[in-house]
């Protein structure tokens, strides 16, 4: 098994685990790995093949912010508590 066959298999069984106990109605990819476009093929495909339900229709996709929603973050928080 090459390593991006085992890597998508491994993401798209943690991200079925995660569907599966918090039923969210989106699933935000962020930071760095978001900008792996194969995640929204391969990885949706291996993650709807290890969920446990008939059927797969959570969304996944990929944040607005780019890798600098973690800074936006903070920098909004600390104007927030600035007040």
Avoid: C, H, W
């Avoid at 291996?46 to 797969?56: G, W």
């Avoid at 890798?67 to 600035?82: P, Q, T, W």
């Amino acid at each position: 098994m090459t390593f991006l066959r085992l890597y998508f298999r491994q993401f798209g069984r943690a991200l079925a685990n995660v569907i599966d106990v918090l039923d969210p109605d989106v699933v935000v990819l962020g930071g760095g790995v978001s900008n792996f476009r194969a995640l929204y093929t391969e990885g949706v495909a291996e993650t709807a093949r290890a969920i446990f339900s008939d059927s797969f229709e959570t969304p996944i996709v990929k944040n607005k912010l780019g890798d600098s929603a973690g800074v936006i973050g903070a920098a909004l928080a600390g104007a927030e508590g600035n007040r």
